[in-house]
């Protein structure tokens, strides 16, 4: 098996960022998903949209799309992006009380847009916490991964 090399390390072992200008622009995919499991107060309250903060799965919506324009703010290694395309959706599973974000970001670029996809599911996520709290404290953000990826030199990736 081909060892494989961390790629934002140096030869010292000092933190860099990955020099992409030899890279050509390519089409870039990623999706990426993770859960929240409510109680059924907060899911009833998401529901009938009476959480007293607004209309909860809107705002993390814009939540999640905001901060896939800003993961390079919040990943130290992670290259500034023009995001061409980013969407976030929801789906609400009322029996096990729990609601799913799916981000999907894309880019014309030199690098993947996977962080951004991670980063706009986590936001979406804590956004739905943020607003719920009130309600229950006890939530649970859970299994937040990377679902797909296409594009880019080391292919497509799908889990």
């Given at each position: 098996?081909?060892?494989?090399?961390?790629?934002?390390?140096?030869?010292?072992?000092?933190?860099?960022?990955?020099?992409?200008?030899?890279?050509n622009?390519?089409?870039?995919?990623?999706?990426?998903?993770?859960?929240?499991?409510?109680?059924?107060?907060?899911?009833?309250?998401?529901?009938?949209?009476?959480?007293?903060?607004?209309?909860?799965?809107?705002?993390?919506?814009?939540?999640?799309?905001?901060?896939?324009?800003?993961?390079?703010?919040?990943?130290?290694?992670?290259?500034?992006?023009?995001?061409?395309?980013?969407?976030?959706?929801?789906?609400?599973?009322?029996?096990?009380?729990?609601?799913?974000?799916?981000?999907?970001?894309?880019?014309?670029?030199?690098?993947?847009?996977?962080?951004?996809?991670?980063?706009?599911?986590?936001?979406?996520?804590?956004?739905?916490?943020?607003?719920c709290?009130?309600?229950?404290?006890?939530?649970?953000?859970?299994?937040?991964?990377?679902?797909?990826?296409?594009?880019?030199?080391?292919?497509?990736?799908?889990r």
């Open positions: 098996m081909e060892e494989q090399k961390l790629t934002h390390f140096d030869e010292k072992g000092n933190a860099v960022m990955v020099d992409v200008s030899g890279k622009v390519t089409s870039r995919t990623a999706v990426a998903s993770g859960k929240i499991r409510v109680n059924a107060a907060v899911m009833e309250a998401v529901l009938a949209g009476t959480v007293a903060k607004g209309d909860v799965l809107g705002v993390a919506r814009v939540a999640g799309i905001m901060a896939v324009k800003q993961t390079s703010h919040l990943i130290p290694m992670c290259h500034p992006l023009m995001i061409s395309k980013c969407g976030i959706d929801f789906q609400v599973d009322r029996e096990n009380l729990e609601i799913r974000a799916i981000c999907t970001a894309k880019v014309e670029g030199k690098t993947g847009v996977e962080m951004e996809a991670l980063t706009g599911v986590s936001v979406a996520l804590l956004t739905i916490y943020d607003m709290k009130a309600i229950d404290k006890r939530m649970e953000l859970d299994e937040i991964h990377l679902e797909t990826k296409s594009g880019g030199k080391s292919g497509d990736f799908v």
